[in-house]
């Protein structure tokens, strides 16, 4: 059997012994002139004038630390610790049983505009999608049963972070709301609030910073970016908004009929027999409403008609008279789908904005003979410009 070489020899183990024990001192900064000719590793810049500043070095004295801590993160961009500080400094602003619980609150709605609206933009999902580690991926409920990701998810699937911010969030428009003239809140932050209600698939707190804008005077304030804001957080439209889940939002066997042909009553009860079976085998109540267990997401995004639909959502949008946008118009389409009004889209929106028209032909054809004609031309700063 042929010896096996040793990959280091032992004069040259005994020579790195030697050169551990020995100590170098540290060699000084260089600091000289600048050489003439092109330098290719090292580099001289002059001394700069210009100083850094924490946003708890421009704001007087804390209250609490966890503020000051929050806004130093905030400065630094730490995204791994802005959910948690935010977290642990709303906590406080929500305990009333705690001694310095009015000093927190009273410092919290005394704060700077500008410190607050950067204080909401840093923890906004879409703007700062690195709060939440598990952004842009689809966990399923596999995943949350067997792997380690399931413990970022509640019974319902979402987010526990995007959660836990919007508790933070709804504590601070309440106290902000109550704050003097100079420190009221505006349109944006109300759209940033809306933005943590859609990620936490919170519906109802979604419509309750939307009325509490009306109760703050800001009614006539709302804008396109406000109401498509809204309808995203209503209708998940976003990808963060139905956790980038796609069978959330896709629509089911049971979905696809008319409500002017409903389909027959045998029909449906084999189909929720379907429905019940598959719920019953789920170990969480995934994609359902918190307040009402026995329906699904999709079934509230279903309704056609009545005060809930999107078709009356978008007739009382139109009353307020605000410019219209292609991105209200796209959020529009969405909705639309979600709640299966393929005439609304067609007439509503693409017949109505952008001249376009389409033209069932005879549904019996494979495909279905479909016709699009018609088209307007918009000039470059036109808002409504695809």
């Known amino acids: 059997m042929t010896p096996r070489r040793l990959v280091w020899s032992g004069r040259r183990l005994n020579g790195l012994a030697t050169l551990k024990g020995q100590r170098h001192d540290l060699l000084p900064l260089r600091c000289g002139q600048p050489t003439s000719g092109r330098r290719c590793l090292a580099s001289h810049t002059a001394p700069s ?68 609206s950067e204080i909401l933009r840093s923890i906004d999902p879409l703007l700062s999608p690195e709060v939440d580690i598990a952004h842009g991926l689809n966990l399923t409920q596999g995943h949350a049963q067997f792997t380690f990701p399931g413990m970022l998810l509640n019974q319902f699937g979402v987010r526990k972070v995007h959660h836990g911010i919007l508790q933070g969030v709804r504590t601070l428009i309440a106290i902000r709301s109550e704050a003097s003239s100079p420190h009221r809140l505006t349109p944006a932050d109300y759209e940033m609030a809306m933005r943590c209600a859609g990620a936490a698939v919170d519906y109802q707190q979604a419509k309750a910073f939307w009325v509490a804008m009306a109760a703050q005077g800001l009614q006539d304030s709302r804008t396109s970016k406000s109401w498509s804001d809204f309808i995203k957080a209503r209708f998940m439209v976003e990808p963060a908004y139905y956790q980038f889940d796609r069978s959330r939002v896709a629509f089911l066997a049971r979905d696809l009929y008319s409500n002017h042909n409903p389909l027959p009553m045998s029909t449906v009860k084999r189909l929720d027999n379907i429905r019940f079976s598959v719920n019953a085998l789920k170990r969480e109540p995934w994609n359902r409403r918190s307040d009402e267990l026995d329906e699904d997401m999709r079934r509230l995004l279903r309704r056609r008609v009545g005060y809930k639909s999107f078709k009356n959502h978008w007739i009382r949008g139109l009353y307020y008279g605000h410019e219209m946008d292609e991105e209200l118009l796209c959020t529009s389409m969405i909705a639309f789908a979600r709640s299966s009004s393929v005439y609304s889209i067609k007439k509503m929106i693409l017949e109505n904005y952008y001249g376009i028209i389409v033209t069932d032909g005879d549904a019996s054809r494979q495909p279905a003979d479909v016709r699009i004609s018609g088209g307007r031309d918009f000039p470059p700063n036109s808002p409504l410009k695809p």
């Open 49 to 116: 004038n210009t100083q850094r500043h924490l946003f708890s070095e421009l704001m007087p004295p804390s209250v609490r630390p966890e503020l000051e801590l929050l806004l130093e993160s905030i400065q630094k961009r730490d995204m791994s610790r802005i959910s948690w500080e935010f977290t642990a400094w709303t906590d406080i602003l929500s305990d009333v049983n705690l001694p310095y619980h009015e000093a927190a609150v009273r410092e919290a709605r005394e704060l700077p505009g500008s410190t607050f």
